[in-house]
């Protein structure tokens, strides 16, 4: 049920469907490259397999592809970006690159976004920022999946923090990583499979612990990480809390349960607070703080400490975090990027609707 | 077995003695305050508990009760302070003056600190920039007692993070997280009545899942947040992670494995690669994204939309991060500090050594 494609194909496929829909030609193919980012790194739920939710975002005008994104406020390491309802994946890589920028300046910058839509992995962004020898700092809200600990309610997006440190001879520790216990892609897959889900993993309409993962269309909710309050749930539920207020609160975006849904087809929120959903983007110049030659180097021992831990029985190795999507995207960039039948099919509908070869 | 004492009587107390082991009188005041900030939002382990365990790292002169705090590295936007082995009682607010001061000047303030000590709790630093009008972010790192996901080995502290907002009518957002399933404090309280620990708070020596809240005096170890790979202990542990490479890789601290114990009689790590245990502090002001009053006005909707959320059976309500804590406070502040016979010993050890009236 699987049909692989290059990297390339995708790209090339991408961006023109993104110019199609009325993006300039250099937003296309920063918007494909940050998309197709995603699915290099495996995280197949983020990538090419949403391009169809973006372009129906676009038809009903909930996505703006000529924004006019601009700096609405600004200190000497801080900003705060108006994203003009653009994509993500365009109104992102700006806001980055203005904490890049404010780096360079102040030896930090800081910027929170409002008025934007999903920008897919946060990883990508981040790394960016250690392409510097920059630390990169990357978080978003998301439309309300998740019940706080003790909430019927959903309340809060998956919302995901990212934070990459770069090494020396070693690649980057890159931590990309939602709040909750299970991401909503691994949901996904488990409901194609008709499988179970473990115990703290979702909750039904009423709070109980469920382990169907088709819940959440029935009014349930994802879970913060930890799953219950006797594993630390309300530490999952503070640290999604603590993404929400920085790229929402502090930008002027929705926050909580106003975050605007991405399927195009569901109503928006009423009484929305906000403008659009938030973003938050850090840079740290290692030097800044020490000489980024002698940091590499502690970062490297840091490393090579942890990968070389004792593994515990059944397991081959300790990892450190980025391990496994480097190693997805090493493979993928050679064998190609297997997709779904399902998501061929989208990209097809996509290819004859603008009339661009797949 | 308890014995309540007022908050004023514990301070002035534990004043004297740091006054005793050298501490110059305004840092004595600075050490005890932040000490006692533990025992009145009811973090008891983090508390005056630990005075005798701080006298006992100046009697192994571990801890200098002079030392020469100075700034080793700076930016407009960023410091490295070096604590010279004092306190981090001490260490850590002055470290935290330094991050508001730059973030008054920058829009925010950014200091990784290397020689210190531990620092009691975090969220006591985080309010000092809440009182500025300032977002207050504080890590530290800790002696290993966390074993990584898939690990052996105890390779990682308890490494908090704390991140605190400030709100308008409502109280400040405050979440103070170990980036553990459960906080040590918890399990000592299992040890002390010998009861079993739930499955995913500890694994004994060989990294199994165990309920023994004894295991980690066998080699075993406390569990990253989440509990196991099914529920996402990979994400507990790269945030542990995070906060050892924030504190000590980029100060020049120890990380990792070689983080000093606090116990004065357990030896030290052979081999360090940095000096004392290290922290890190940000302060943010409000006003270099938003003006603060708007930025107040929408934290007091987020905050009460979240306290109304629906409550699931058999709990009262959703809790906003920081509430039970201020709670706490404000009845012990009104009732006295209890504390268990043991740490009235202690007290009373140090008081007749000291020539010191508890």
Redesign the interface.
């Known amino acids: 049920m699987e049909q692989t494609f290059t990297y390339e194909r995708l790209l090339s496929f991408t961006e023109k469907i993104f110019q199609k829909i009325g993006c300039p030609a250099k937003d296309a193919l920063t918007a494909a490259t940050a998309l197709l980012s995603a699915d290099l790194r495996g995280v197949d739920s983020h990538g090419v397999a949403r391009l169809i939710g973006y372009v129906r975002l676009w038809e009903a005008k909930r996505a703006n592809t000529k924004p006019a994104i601009r700096i609405i406020?600004e200190?000497?390491?801080?900003a705060?970006v108006d994203g003009d309802s653009g994509l993500g994946l365009v109104v992102a890589p700006y806001s980055m690159q203005v904490a890049i920028d404010k780096a360079k300046v102040?030896?930090?910058g800081?910027v929170?976004v409002q008025h934007s839509n999903h920008f897919g992995i946060a990883g990508y962004y981040a790394l960016k920022a250690v392409e510097q020898d920059m630390?990169g700092i990357v978080m978003t809200n998301a439309s309300p999946l998740v019940a706080?600990?003790?909430?019927?309610?959903r309340?809060l997006g998956t919302n995901p923090i990212c934070?990459a440190?770069p090494a020396g001879e070693e690649p980057p520790?890159v931590?990309d990583?939602?709040?909750?216990?299970?991401a909503n892609g691994k949901l996904e897959i488990l409901q194609r499979k008709s499988q179970q889900a473990?115990a703290?993993?979702i909750?039904d309409k009423?709070?109980?612990i469920s382990t169907n993962p088709h819940e959440l269309k029935d009014g349930g909710a994802l879970l913060p990480?930890?799953?219950d309050r006797?594993?630390?749930s309300?530490?999952?539920?503070?640290?999604g809390?603590?993404v929400?207020?920085f790229s929402a609160?502090?930008?002027?975006a929705n926050?909580?349960?106003w975050v605007p849904p991405f399927p195009a087809f569901m109503s928006m929120p009423d009484e929305m607070?906000?403008k659009g959903i938030g973003h938050f983007f850090g840079a740290?110049?290692?030097d800044?703080?020490?000489e980024a030659a002698?940091?590499r180097l502690?970062?490297d021992?840091?490393i090579r400490?942890?990968r070389s831990?004792?593994?515990?029985?059944g397991?081959e190795?300790?990892?450190i975090?980025g391990d496994p999507e480097r190693e997805i995207q090493a493979i993928r960039l050679e064998k190609g990027i297997p997709l779904l039948h399902a998501v061929v099919e989208d990209l097809e509908f996509l290819g004859e609707k603008f009339d661009v070869v797949l």
């Open positions: 406020h200190t000497i390491s801080t705060v102040a030896g930090t800081w929170s630390i706080p600990t003790f909430s019927v309610e309340l934070v440190f520790f931590a990583l939602a709040t909750t216990t299970a473990p703290g993993w909750q009423k709070g109980n990480l930890g799953g006797e594993h630390g309300h530490k999952g539920y503070a640290l809390a603590i929400d207020i609160v502090l930008s002027g926050y909580g349960p607070p906000g740290m110049r290692i800044a703080f020490r002698e940091f502690h970062m021992k840091w400490r942890f831990a004792e593994p515990i029985q397991q190795r300790v990892l975090p």
